[in-house]
């Protein structure tokens, strides 16, 4: 679990657990305020991040050498607030290293899309918009991928049933 | 998924109003009476060259593809969610499922990820044969590709010979796990049950048939010049914009980017083993055929490897609450009982944390992002898997692209719906 879920915090100055952390105090020198914490725990760089500032660490980060976007997703963490944790992988093909970035977004809450800066973030954050209901701004096409377009709800929230809820969805 | 856009279909209607040619008159293409007209054409979802329940929904003109959009969906059975409900060893059938033709890589993957939170130590000789079974996947999918991509080019012989040798590897899966697929073999702490008496000699058998039918399936295409046609310079796109995109996998090793998790962050005793990643630059259908052919020899190389230095030992690791008991002890142990007992009922607690591991998957990086919150069931389970990030790619792969072409583009990009939908 991330160290710091809360998204205020005095500038410029780096929570404990990552301030011996390269990545992170030249992130936060670039841009004061957008590094709220991480861990490296089982060898995986991790980083928390403030959600206003994403678009502009990942034009950073792919400058500095993560290539691709790996993927996207959120993990629902209903009841706890704020609920949703979205998640950003990162890869360096050139150094062989991955990162990945973490921020946290209440229900109705929105984001800016990466697409900008990586086009493959298209389809992984229309998923997430899919399944969880989180608005990306700025997105090309934000639509359903996997569920058909007519589809209510949002299934991979926690609050949405395993089975569904209807007992037969057919013959609609 | 997107229903049919009427919208968008009357409104070029509109914009081009249908000119009749004139009997009397001149016919030709671009002469009076007639006027060149963007079709916009469903391809799939069911399609035998669509490799599975994918649609494109194709704006042409003429046979050229002005733009191709790819619309997923419909093999989603909500997997993801699935694993929410389930303990953690339950969620091994589930990741057979997902891809179905590298069962074994999901397998690994996912129980490589879990063990990491559980901080498992896996012995030797449950390594070697995981990686030997990863290996024996990646051969067997490989022969799937190979022989579909023949046949959606028309070399239609190719496909029976691959699919030949495919049905004795399935064999041999059989023999370990009573399974030709969805074998679940892999499990958290190990394999699933102990290799049968006899492996050594099958695999052996079955890893020589193969090897020389590698060479000779290669022969049977490699000069062909209808396949040279066909494949050379068809389908390529800048090595910069496929990363961005997210291709992974045997894509961009024929763009000349080596780039693979089996060396880079090796796991499962990977490290331990002599293989080459095969590269080449021309970044065509061609060229990734030559890649998945030189993969299938490196892949034999490994298990022929694998077989020579195979360590003895426990197939299991050594965790009475994780791991199931033998059977018999079951039977007439106390401690057995009650462990088996527990695992199978409450399963075991993982502590909280999440991971992202990565394995090389015949289709390319495959992540399994999985999350804990402490309890005995999964919190979330992320696929980041090879097919979906392929995909996204195929859109611009396409665009200006003939038609037919566009068949063998896809078939060089060797998606799987499951993976690509779970």
């Known amino acids: ?172 | 998924m997107i229903i049919q856009d009427t919208a968008k279909v009357a409104s070029l209607e509109a914009e081009q109003e249908l000119a009749l040619p004139n009997p009397a008159g001149d016919v030709t293409p671009d002469g009076p009476g007639l006027q060149r007209r963007r079709m916009t054409l469903n391809m799939g979802p069911q399609h035998p060259s669509t490799h599975g329940v994918l649609r494109l929904i194709l704006e042409l003109d003429g046979e050229t593809i002005i733009s191709a959009r790819p619309d997923i969906g419909y093999l989603h059975t909500g997997i993801e969610k699935e694993f929410e409900a389930k303990k953690y060893q339950q969620g091994i059938t589930l990741t057979d499922r997902v891809d179905y033709l590298a069962n074994l890589s999901n397998n690994l993957c996912y129980s490589l990820a879990v063990e990491r939170l559980l901080s498992l130590e896996i012995p030797p000789m449950a390594q070697c044969m995981r990686v030997l079974l990863a290996e024996l996947t990646r051969i067997q999918s490989h022969l799937v590709w190979l022989g579909t991509h023949a046949m959606d080019v028309g070399a239609m012989t190719l496909y029976f010979y691959c699919f030949r040798e495919r049905e004795e590897i399935l064999k041999i899966f059989e023999m370990f796990s009573g399974q030709r697929m969805m074998t679940s073999y892999i499990r958290i702490g190990g394999l699933a049950l102990e290799p049968p008496r006899g492996w050594e000699k099958a695999v052996a058998r079955v890893i020589e048939r193969i090897a020389g039918g590698i060479d000779e399936y290669e022969n049977l295409l490699a000069t062909n010049p209808i396949w040279l046609n066909r494949t050379k310079g068809v389908g390529m796109l800048p090595v910069d914009v496929m990363i961005e995109l997210g291709i992974t996998g045997p894509l961009l090793r024929a763009a000349g980017v080596k780039v693979d998790a089996r060396k880079d962050s090796p796991q499962s005793s990977y490290d331990q083993f002599d293989f080459e990643i095969p590269t080449r630059t021309a970044n065509d259908v061609y060229a990734r055929f030559e890649v998945r052919m030189d993969e299938m020899r490196q892949s034999v190389r490994i298990v022929r490897q694998a077989l020579d230095g195979m360590p003895s030992g426990p197939w299991q690791a050594d965790a009475p609450r994780i791991v199931l008991p033998d059977r018999e002890k079951m039977k007439t142990q106390m401690e057995a009982l009650i462990y088996h007992f527990k695992i199978v009922t409450e399963g075991f607690r993982v502590p909280a944390g999440s991971v992202y591991q990565v394995v090389e998957s015949p289709r390319g990086e495959l992540g399994y992002f999985v999350v804990s919150d402490g309890t005995a069931n999964p919190h979330r389970v992320f696929m980041r898997t090879p097919s979906f990030g392929n995909l996204q790619a195929l859109g611009t792969m396409l665009e200006g692209v003939l038609l037919s072409d566009s068949v063998a583009v896809m078939a060089s990009l060797d998606f799987v719906l499951g993976d690509t939908d779970r």
């Open chain 1, 1 to 172: 679990m991330n160290s710091a879920i809360s998204s205020t915090r005095r500038i410029g100055v780096l929570p404990e657990a990552i301030a011996q952390n390269a990545v992170a105090v030249s992130l936060d020198e670039q841009l004061p305020g957008s590094i709220l914490g991480g861990d490296n725990a089982r060898g995986e760089q991790a980083l928390t991040v403030h959600a206003s500032y994403i678009v502009r660490l990942c034009r950073i980060l792919k400058e500095r050498g993560f290539e691709q976007l790996s993927g996207v997703t959120a993990v629902d963490w209903w009841p706890v607030e704020p609920r949703f944790e979205l998640v950003y992988f990162l890869h360096s093909l050139s150094s062989h290293t991955r990162l990945r970035l973490t921020l946290r977004l209440a229900e109705g809450e929105q984001i800016d899309s990466v697409c900008s800066v990586w086009r493959g973030a298209n389809w992984y954050e229309r998923e997430v918009f899919d399944l969880f209901g989180i608005q990306f701004r700025n997105h090309p096409s934000l639509e359903r991928i996997m569920m058909p377009a007519d589809w209510e709800g949002h299934p991979l929230r926690k609050d949405y049933p395993v089975h569904g809820y209807k007992y037969s969805y057919q013959n609609e």
